[in-house]
């Protein structure tokens, strides 16, 4: 169970554990989990939004990191500044299905599309 920003989540199974074999690598855990109201033994297995789960990282990150939202913050910064009239292309990659590889980034970066393929991050 893990308590963030004053919400409560209980997890399911783990999806991913990065085990390391030295003591300067990090541990990460990454969980599947539902909201709960709260840790009482009448909260916990009560689900807020059954229809809602989310993903619960749980990582070791030294003081001065940057956290996971950070560098996705600076990602998303970077597309909404990107021009693609300055870009060099790949002539080989010039059409995908009759349309310019330049025009198909353009509209994904002009409506922020790419927004859609990246998972969101809610809390650090």
């Known amino acids: 169970m893990y308590q963030v920003d004053g919400r ?4 399911i199974k783990y999806l991913f554990c990065g085990r390391v074999l030295y003591i300067t690598g990090r541990m990460m855990w990454v969980w599947e989990a539902v909201e709960i109201d ?21 990582v070791w990150l030294d003081k001065d990191s940057y956290t ?3 560098n996705l ?3 998303f ?10 870009c060099k ?3 080989s990659i010039n059409m995908i299905n009759g349309e310019s590889l330049k025009s ?7 409506s922020k ?6 998972m969101g991050i809610k809390y650090d």
């Open 8 to 11: 409560f989540f209980q997890t």
């Open 38 to 58: 709260g840790t009482s033994e009448e909260e916990i297995g009560k689900e807020k939004n059954k229809v809602r789960c989310y993903t619960v990282k749980d």
């Open 68 to 70: 996971e939202k950070d």
């Open 73 to 75: 913050n600076k990602i």
């Open 77 to 86: 910064a970077a597309l909404n500044d990107m021009n693609v009239d300055h």
């Open 89 to 91: 292309w790949d002539t």
């Open 104 to 110: 198909i980034i353009n509209h994904v970066l002009c």
């Open 113 to 118: 599309q790419y927004n859609q393929y990246i």
